[in-house]
């Protein structure tokens, strides 16, 4: 099977390269992508950069590779309580915050009925543009979701695989648990682009620096969760 990966950010895909093996690099379409062999499929690995824009469009462009399967991995925040930091989700469901409400996404997901996919937990995935505050969020999704996960990549990406006739699935680790709210927005340490700017991180911190606590922790908590995305990759793949 050919399966392309997205991720958004380093630390996610640095965490799927750690079980790679001669892996050739290449850029497409302003994007980093990554070639090599993994559990007998033809894996292409393709880091986005963050935001709806930025997967979107890097999908578009890796569907010229005609893949047979379209993951998106990441990291993801819990919503309410029972996920924890490292636990390891499969989407199940796929909800986007449109700014004023939660729009249903009426994609079909891969893997919700196969034994291949039975170590995941499974739970909704909240796609949106911005840092959601998360008492909010979880006052405002219906009752029958189960184990919520916020993120900002999936929806974007399984639209695009589904326009293409190509199956989605998305994965996602717990780098920060349901009781932890977020004190910034990630906007302000990126460009325009999305894309994460140390000279605007600085500033940031220099201007607030009663965040640092938080980013230490975070930062503490996205090292465990990069190991489990990374080993639930792996094990994935050698199922699929």
């Given at each position: 099977m050919k399966?392309?990966?997205?991720?958004?950010m380093?630390?996610e895909?640095?965490?799927?390269?750690?079980?790679?093996?001669q892996?050739?690099?290449?850029?497409?379409s302003?994007?980093?992508?990554?070639?090599?062999?993994?559990?007998?499929?033809?894996?292409?690995?393709?880091?986005?950069?963050?935001?709806?824009?930025?997967a979107?469009s890097?999908?578009?462009?890796?569907?010229s590779?005609?893949?047979?399967?379209?993951?998106?991995?990441?990291?993801?925040?819990?919503?309410?309580?029972?996920l924890?930091?490292?636990?390891?989700?499969?989407?199940?469901?796929?909800?986007?915050?449109?700014?004023?409400?939660?729009?249903?996404?009426?994609?079909?997901?891969y893997?919700?009925?196969s034994?291949?996919?039975?170590?995941?937990?499974r739970g909704?995935?909240v796609?949106?543009?911005s840092?959601?505050?998360k008492?909010?969020?979880?006052?405002?999704?219906?009752?029958?979701?189960?184990?919520?996960?916020?993120?900002?990549?999936?929806?974007?990406?399984?639209?695009?695989?589904?326009?293409?006739?190509?199956?989605f699935l998305?994965?996602?680790?717990?780098?920060?648990?349901w009781?932890?709210?977020?004190?910034?927005?990630?906007?302000e340490?990126?460009?325009?682009?999305?894309?994460?700017?140390?000279?605007?991180?600085?500033?940031t911190?220099l201007?607030?620096p009663y965040?640092?606590?938080?980013?230490?922790?975070?930062?503490?908590?996205?090292?465990?969760?990069?190991?489990?995305?990374g080993?639930?990759?792996?094990q994935?793949?050698r199922?699929?």
């Amino acid at each position: 099977m050919k399966i392309v990966i997205i991720t958004a950010m380093p630390e996610e895909t640095r965490a799927i390269l750690e079980k790679a093996a001669q892996v050739e690099k290449t850029v497409q379409s302003h994007h980093s992508i990554w070639r090599f062999r993994a559990g007998g499929h033809d894996i292409i690995l393709c880091e986005s950069g963050m935001g709806s824009r930025n997967a979107g469009s890097a999908a578009s462009a890796i569907t010229s590779e005609k893949p047979d399967l379209m993951i998106s991995a990441g990291f993801g925040g819990g919503v309410l309580p029972g996920l924890k930091v490292a636990d390891v989700v499969m989407a199940e469901q796929l909800l986007f915050w449109t700014g004023v409400g939660l729009e249903q996404v009426p994609v079909p997901l891969y893997g919700l009925d196969s034994g291949c996919t039975s170590f995941l937990l499974r739970g909704s995935f909240v796609s949106c543009d911005s840092i959601l505050n998360k008492k909010q969020l979880a006052e405002l999704l219906p009752k029958s979701v189960k184990q919520p996960v916020v993120e900002m990549e999936s929806t974007p990406v399984a639209r695009v695989a589904f326009e293409h006739g190509i199956s989605f699935l998305g994965i996602r680790a717990i780098s920060d648990p349901w009781d932890e709210e977020l004190s910034f927005s990630i906007s302000e340490f990126c460009d325009d682009e999305m894309r994460i700017r140390a000279p605007r991180v600085f500033t940031t911190i220099l201007r607030r620096p009663y965040i640092i606590p938080q980013l230490i922790r975070l930062a503490r908590n996205s090292r465990k969760a990069a190991k489990s995305l990374g080993e639930a990759v792996e094990q994935l793949l050698r199922q699929l």
